[in-house]
């Protein structure tokens, strides 16, 4: 049995509850740890305005899944994620060296340098 990188992004509607929230993205980071999955990271980005609207909503619950499973489980996740009425879009992706080599740096934060370059400049200004 072969095991995968994947990540999975989910658009949840906003008319959650925080409670309700929090319960479906524990009910998929149980369906795949139960699933023989192991859950690498786990990301909320909170309230995000849409590019476009889905179901004459203008914003979403973003969360992300990095974990690895057998192939066969993806098709079983994403039958959850199309029969969920909270769920607006999903999309999983099998991740390959590169994707994961990357968010690997992007978990240590090697890509904030945003905030690095404001912290040097107030330490030169004092």
Do not use: C
């Amino acid at each position: 049995m072969t095991v995968n990188n994947y990540e999975s992004v989910i658009i949840l509607t906003p008319v959650l509850s925080e409670k309700m929230l929090q319960d479906a993205v524990e009910a998929y980071k149980k369906l795949i740890t139960e699933n023989g999955g192991e859950l690498i990271h786990e990301e909320n980005w909170g309230l995000t305005k849409l590019a476009y609207p889905i179901q004459k909503k203008t914003t979403g619950f973003y969360q992300i899944f990095e974990f690895k499973a057998d192939p066969e489980f993806v098709d079983k996740l994403e039958l959850a994620f199309r029969r969920d009425e909270q769920v607006l879009r999903y999309l999983t992706i099998k991740l390959d060296k590169h994707a994961l080599v990357y968010n690997e740096r992007r978990r240590n934060g090697e890509f904030n340098k945003k905030k690095e370059k404001s912290t040097e400049k107030e330490e030169a200004t004092s």
